[in-house]
Each structure stands twice: as structure tokens, then as C-alpha cells.
């Protein structure tokens, strides 16, 4: 079993920037593949963001790319999210999930296993 716990939402400026953490349990946190998404009130979730167990791959969203980065310590077990030139749209639940087998990049959205409760991102204009 593993658990994701999220960090670092919060209310801010648009313009500002925030840094979201997900610590994750588990011994083989290294062969995670690890994504971000993120929910609006009303909205369908939809992918920010994803990495690979060793790094060497991301992938981002249009709506987000040049603007976050996604990155991961895998002696922390821990995966970041950098958000930069925040707008209002971004605001949302953000979440973390774990694709546990890690055999497809990026993964398809049923392959991912674990999920986190989520961190809520404010933006105000």
C-alpha cells in the first residue's frame, strides 16, 4: 500500500508562485512513475503534470508548460511541484498519484494507482 500526502497549497496573488510537495510511503518510490492533477470546482480532473521513477522524462500540460515544473527526491521519497506566474485559472484541488509499475510513460490515467487527498491552490486576480 502506499500513501501520498500533499503539501504547500494556499492563497495567493496572481503572479505569485507556490511549491507543492507529495511524500509518498513505500520502499520502491525510485521505479514510481508520479503525476500532478488538479480539479476546479465544477470541472473534470485533468492532468498538470508527470515524471518518471529516475527523472530523465516529464511531460506537462499545455495549459501549464513554462510555468511549473515537476521534479522528485527519491531519497525523500517526496515529488515537487513548482508553480510559477500563477493565473486564476489554476486554481483547483491539486492532487498526486503514484503509477506503481511504472512500465508506460506517461501513463494512462487508469494506470495510476494511488492517489493523494489533494491540496487546494487559490489564485486571486
Known amino acids: 500500500q502506499v500513501q501520498l500526502v500533499e503539501s504547500g497549497g494556499g492563497l495567493v496573488q496572481a503572479g505569485a508562485s507556490l511549491r507543492l510537495s507529495c511524500a509518498a510511503s513505500g520502499r520502491t518510490f525510485s521505479s514510481y512513475v508520479m503525476g500532478w492533477f488538479r480539479q476546479a470546482p465544477g470541472k473534470e480532473r485533468e492532468f498538470v503534470a508527470v515524471?518518471?521513477?529516475?527523472?530523465?522524462?516529464?511531460r506537462y500540460a499545455d495549459s501549464v508548460k513554462g510555468r511549473f515544473t515537476i521534479s522528485r527526491d527519491n531519497a525523500k521519497n517526496t515529488v515537487y511541484l513548482e508553480m510559477s506566474s500563477l493565473k486564476p485559472e489554476d486554481t483547483a484541488v491539486y492532487s498526486c498519484?503514484?503509477?506503481?509499475?511504472?512500465?508506460?510513460?506517461?501513463?494512462?490515467?487508469?494506470?495510476?494507482?494511488?492517489w493523494g487527498q489533494g491540496t487546494q491552490v487559490t489564485v486571486s486576480s
Open positions: 498519484a503514484a503509477d506503481s509499475d511504472g512500465l508506460l510513460f506517461p501513463p494512462r490515467r487508469n494506470e495510476y494507482d494511488y
Open positions: 515524471i518518471s521513477g529516475g527523472s530523465r522524462w516529464t
